[in-house]
């Protein structure tokens, strides 16, 4: 960045112009083979937007020599993700590199599971670490079902210290993954592809490093220094995001709809505690979740207590039919956007999300379950 600040006049100018290189219209050629096929088989582009996708682009296999062959236009320089026929996936860099990826599609075998093998990637510099990336993580992938495998043959004396080895066992393998990406980052940092690394390490124990590759990336090129600046603004805008739910914050208010169409929002119940529960129809850990809320419902219906749940059902009629399967006493609602706004505004991308708000409409405790629920409301209550 100090080579920046020397040459700032002519810099500006040239950024200007870099900018908009990297945010125009731009395409790649995506071209390869897929050994098995079914009828009318695709080949998909598509990037990750806060909870949806964004699709690029999509062709259709040849059903004779099983190539396929596509442009890709994008506007921002960055990560996407080549789906094959929902059967494998590999995730690319989308920048100034035509790529040749070959799948074996799809699965053959008698009994399927969800294990496909390594997809790798002719491309150039920026994707080589992309193959290296993917490697990684397949390799991690399969050392954690060698983990779960081998610890539930294995004959212990409890249940408790299965349980204890395996969760050593599977640290062990993160931080091999880690040591693995500091690695990476630290010999490729010439590579604007690095970005999707330095977000995987961790905040303050990998601060440095972070700080040091992306001052060395954006030293490169010009189109590299925007990706930079471009980089941390939104590593910014994320941090800011998280501040705002982080425990002790105002709860962000939002709109949400009962059954009849009456709007509801966490502010209305400022004064009491509140219990809000994201969930939907369609998820199992959810409804099981359900019978545990209605024992400390049970229990705490007549304090200063209310328990909200928000379903982020997409079909407002399946919300409908599995709320009166489950029949819950406490108050109901809906949210219309697929929960889309509730789970930016909160921060959070699974669900059940239970979160527990004090009477001062602050954000107390958050990603409780089972009795933690219990023990967050009274905590609350205390204070």
Known sequence: MTKIMRKKAFLTLVLLLSLNTVSAQQTVRISGHVKFIEDDFKVSVFRRVGTSRDTLAVTTVDPTTHNYSFEVPFKEVG???????????????LEDEDLAIDFRGVDTAKVKIKNPPFVYIKGGKNNNLMNLVNFQNY???QQMIAISQNCYAAKFADDGSKQALTSALYNANYDNTDAYYRYFVEHYADCNSVLVLLQELRGESDKELVEATLDKLAAQSPKSADLVAKFRAEREEVRLKKERVAEGAVAPDFV???????????ADFKGKVLVIDFWASWCGPCRQEIPKLKTIYA??????????SVSIDKDKDKWVKA???????????????????????????????????????????????????????????KK
Not at 81 to 90: A, K, M, Y
Not at 299 to 308: I, P, Q, R, S
Request: net charge positive; with cysteine.
């Open 299 to 308: 229990d705490m219906n007549k304090k200063e207590v209310e328990f909200l």
């Open 139 to 141: 390799r991690s992938y």
């Open 256 to 266: 949400c709809v009962t059954e009849k169409n009456k709007k509801m929002r966490p």
């Open 323 to 381: 709320m009166n399967e489950e029949q819950m006493l406490w108050k109901q609602a809906w949210v219309a956007d697929a929960g889309k706004e509730v789970m930016d505004l909160y921060q959070f991308s699974g669900i059940p999300f239970v979160i527990v708000i004090d009477k001062d409409g602050k954000i107390f405790r958050k990603h409780v379950r089972g009795e933690a629920v219990r023990e967050a409301i009274n905590d609350a209550l």
């Open 79 to 93: 990560q996407a993700t080549v789906d094959c026929g929902r059967w494998q996936s590999v995730s690319v860099w």
